[in-house]
Every structure is written in C-alpha cells, then in structure tokens.
C-alpha cells in the first residue's frame, strides 16, 4: 500500500502527487518543472495513512496525537506546525485526530492527549505525552535524526 499527498506547486498551481517515500525530499513540479520544497506542513492522516507514511519514510516521523476537544492539543497546534517548517527535509509531521481514529489510538497505548511519537525506521523511538514547545519537540526528532546518522555509518 503506498501512500500519496498533493503538493501544489508555488509557481503555477499545479497539484503534484508525491509518494511517502519522497516527503522530505525537495522535487520538481510535474507541469512547470519549478523546484517543490519538502514537506513543511503537518499532515492530517488516518489509520491507514499513518501505517503507510511510518513504514515508507525514510526520515524520522513526529506524530502528533490529538482531539479537538482538548484546550492542550489546540495549544499544541502552532507548535507542531512551527516543527514542520523548520525540519521540512528532515522529518516529517503528522497528526491524527484520536476521535476518528480510536483504533490507532488504542493499539499504540495512547491513553492521554497531547501525545507525541516520534517514529525511526517504522519503530517508535520517543513518546510523551503533555504539552511541549516546539524546542522541546524539535530535539526529540533530532535524537532520532543523530541516531539514524549514527545507524548508517
């Protein structure tokens, strides 16, 4: 099963279909040929999306668990985006609603919102849950980032 997001092109508009694989990777716009930049959004994924983009990835994963309900996770929000835009080619991002994905939740024991995984390889490397600033989430993923380095040497 392979995972695709549209990327729509800054120069022409063009929606560009990018496989998981290649979220972090900057491309070329299939129409006009402008460069494309990485992935510098979170990305709202379900069950099967999220099972897609953590195994095909090849940089490490931040996963976002969150609900709309809950005042921490809206908090969290502009954090993780912030953490998208600064580590876009280097990580990728995700978030998924635990309401709607109830299942996820649960068979990856997440038992409180905010929650934060940060996934290498297709394995979790880090959890935790509660409020964090996006310094605090940026070094999480830079542990997995140094330690995949260090794995590939």
């Known amino acids: 099963m392979s995972y695709f997001t549209t990327r729509i092109c800054p120069s022409c508009g063009a929606k560009n279909r990018v496989p998981a694989r290649r979220l972090a990777d900057a491309g070329r716009c299939g129409s006009c040929k402008a460069p494309l930049p990485p992935q510098a959004a979170p990305i ?28 921490p996770c809206r908090m969290a929000a502009p954090e993780v985006a912030a953490l998208a835009r600064e580590l876009a080619g280097k990580a990728v991002v995700l978030k998924v609603n635990t309401e709607r994905n109830q299942e996820l939740a649960a068979r990856l024991g997440i038992q409180s919102i905010p929650n934060f ?31 995949a380095a260090q794995a590939a040497r």
């Open 44 to 71: 709202e994924v379900d069950s099967e999306e999220f099972a897609a983009i953590v195994q095909e990835t090849p940089v490490p994963v931040f996963v976002d668990f969150w609900a709309s309900w809950c005042g």
């Open 117 to 147: 995984v940060v996934f290498d390889k297709g394995r979790a490397v880090f959890q935790r849950a509660g409020l964090a600033s996006s310094r605090e989430m940026r070094r999480w993923v830079e542990t997995a980032i140094s330690g």
